[in-house]
């Protein structure tokens, strides 16, 4: 498959996102952020529904950076559609894992998340960030998978 022509820039924001989480600098998540973007989509898996104002996902990022204790993110596999001269839909594969406040041992999950991207005068940014965990009988075939040697 050929790159696209915004691949770097892409992978660099996704690194830019990975780090912040992983330097539990939630708080600053925001800047990356589309600067005109006064009703943010996202959807955290671990959520029933999306948030959609900014003082919600404020108070997500600040209930979640409270309770990690350590972070640990990665993507890979990502695919870009463009959809005009400002706008990106990007898809990719999301690795993260966690020691929580309140868990005896750390979890993690692999998700795959579908965003909208647009360009600002800083490069591209988030219009809507969607994590999608596999079903559960997808998740338990990856189990069984990944238990055979």
Known sequence: MNRHPEQAAVEALLADLAQRW???????????WHPDDDAPLY???ELETPLTSWEAVNDYWQK????IISFEMRTWEL????LNDDMLSV???????GEIQGYDKPI?????VCATLQRSPDGWRFRQLIEA???PIMYMKWLYEKAAD
């Not at 992983?22 to 990356?32: G, K, P, V, Y």
């Not at 695919?79 to 463009?82: A, C, F, G, L, W």
């Not at 990719?92 to 894992?97: E, F, G, K, V």
């Open 91 to 97: 898809w990719y594969r999301m690795y993260w894992r």
């Open 79 to 82: 695919y870009i559609k463009t």
């Open 108 to 112: 993690g999950g692999e998700n795959r």
């Open 64 to 67: 979640t950076a409270d309770s």
């Open 43 to 45: 959807q955290p898996e």
């Open 22 to 32: 992983c330097a539990n600098q939630l708080h600053s998540i925001r800047e990356l």
């Open 133 to 135: 965990p596999l079903a």
